[in-house]
C-alpha cells in the first residue's frame, strides 16, 4: 500500500475569515497574520485550546506534522483543557467525536503519546493512558516542528512522534481507546496560545504499520494562476482572461468563471516554483460554490505533460468551499515532482458529469 491521503496548510492563501472554509471544523477564534510565520508567509494565531477538525478516509495509518510557536503555558495534566497538539479518532458528533490517541504537550514542556477516551479534548472528559514520555521540552517562543505517525490496532499498533526530524517517543502495543481500529478525523489543537504554521495531514489504508509517511520539516508555499491553459471552456464573469479572475491571493467572489454544462473545463498555468529543495507533494485549492438547489459537482485534474488526472466528483454546495486535491508524485511519470515539471503543469477543474 501507500500514503494515499495528504492535506495541506501554510495559510498563506487566505483571510481569517475563510479558515473553515479549508478546514471541516473551525468553532474557536484565530488570526492569519505575517507578524511571525515562516518562510516570509503567514501563520495562523491560535489562543489555548483553539482546535482545527479534517475529516479523512476511515483508515488505520496516521501522520501529520505542524510548526508550532508556542507563547502561553499548557496545562499540567492530561485531562485538563488544553493539552493536546494532535488528537486522531472518528467523528460522532460534529465535534470532538471518540478519540483514538493523541499527542499531549503539559506545563513541563515535554510530549506525551496519549490513548484517551477524549480526555484533554476541550471541553471534553474520559479516561487517558500515558504510553511515552519524551525527552525533549518545548521551548518559548520558537518555530519547532512536531511531526506525529501511529498506526491503530489494539496489540500491535505503533506510535512515534519526532521533534525537528528527531524521533523523541515511540510506542507499540495498544494504540486504540474505542473498540474499533480506524479513525476518520485528525483534530490539531493548541496546547497553549501561539502559532501554527506548515501543517501537513497523510492517511494510509494499509491493514498493517505503512512505512514511512514523514515529510519532515516542510514549507508549504502558496502559488496563483499566472497564465490561461490548455481548456479555457468557463465562462468568465467579466473579460476574456480566465487566470485574472481565481488568481487573488484571498478568495474574492466579485468574479469568477463559471460553467453549466457537463464536463466543461479551465486550466491555469501557475507561477513558477521559487527557491530549491525537493516538492514533497502539490494540492490544489479551489474555491467553489454553485448558485441553485440541485446536484452540481466538480473535478479537480491536473494536466502534467499529456497526463490528465481527475479527482473524484465533489458535490457543490451554495456556500462557498475550498475543494482540494493533492498528487504526491506527478500524475505523468508516477515518480516525485521536479521544478520543472511542477512549473509546465496546468491545474484546473471540471464540471461533473451530470447523475
Not at 508550532?68 to 496545562?75: L, Q, S, V
Not at 514523514?214 to 482572461?241: E, Q
Amino acid at each position: 500500500m501507500a500514503w494515499d491521503y495528504i492535506f495541506l496548510d501554510g495559510f498563506d492563501h487566505y483571510a481569517t475569515a475563510d479558515i473553515d472554509k479549508k478546514w471541516d471544523y473551525a468553532p474557536d477564534s484565530y488570526g492569519i497574520q505575517s507578524t511571525i510565520a515562516r518562510n516570509g508567509g503567514k501563520s495562523t494565531n491560535v489562543g489555548t485550546s483553539c482546535r482545527l477538525t479534517k475529516f479523512t478516509p476511515t483508515n488505520r495509518n496516521f501522520c501529520m506534522g505542524v510548526a508550532f510557536h508556542m507563547y502561553g503555558t499548557p496545562g499540567a495534566t492530561i485531562g485538563s483543557n488544553g493539552t493536546v497538539i494532535w488528537s486522531v479518532g472518528s467523528d460522532l458528533s460534529g465535534n470532538t467525536g471518540a478519540t483514538q490517541i493523541s499527542l499531549n504537550l503539559l506545563s513541563d514542556g515535554k510530549f506525551r503519546i496519549v490513548r484517551s477516551t477524549n480526555a484533554g479534548i476541550t471541553g471534553a472528559s474520559g479516561s487517558a493512558a500515558t504510553l511515552a514520555t519524551g525527552s525533549f521540552v518545548m521551548p518559548m517562543a520558537t518555530f519547532v516542528y512536531i511531526e506525529f505517525k501511529v498506526f491503530l490496532d489494539d496489540t500491535v499498533g505503533t506510535a512515534e512522534l519526532k521533534i525537528n526530524g528527531v524521533v523523541d517517543a515511540t510506542f507499540t502495543g495498544d494504540t486504540v481507546a474505542q473498540s474499533y481500529n480506524t479513525a476518520n478525523r485528525v483534530i490539531l489543537i493548541s496546547a497553549a496560545a501561539g502559532y501554527w504554521d506548515d501543517v501537513y495531514i497523510r492517511s494510509s489504508s494499509s491493514s498493517s504499520a505503512e512505512s514511512g509517511g514523514y515529510l519532515g520539516d516542510v514549507s508549504i508555499k502558496s502559488y496563483f494562476p499566472n497564465a490561461d491553459g490548455t481548456y479555457t471552456g468557463m465562462t468568465c464573469s467579466t473579460g476574456t482572461t480566465h487566470n485574472t479572475l481565481v488568481k487573488e491571493t484571498t478568495p474574492n467572489t466579485s468574479d469568477y468563471v463559471s460553467s453549466a454544462v457537463a464536463l466543461t473545463k479551465d486550466s491555469f498555468g501557475f507561477q513558477d516554483v521559487s527557491g530549491s529543495g525537493a516538492i514533497q507533494a502539490v494540492q490544489l485549492n479551489a474555491y467553489t460554490s454553485k448558485n441553485d438547489a440541485g446536484f452540481r459537482g466538480a473535478d479537480l485534474f491536473c494536466k502534467s505533460g499529456a497526463t490528465e488526472n481527475f479527482a473524484t466528483s465533489v458535490p457543490l454546495s451554495t456556500s462557498w468551499k475550498y475543494l482540494l486535491q493533492g498528487w504526491q508524485t506527478d500524475p505523468n511519470t508516477g515518480a516525485a515532482w521536479t521544478i520543472a515539471n511542477f512549473n509546465a503543469a496546468e491545474f484546473g477543474v471540471r464540471v461533473s458529469a451530470d447523475l
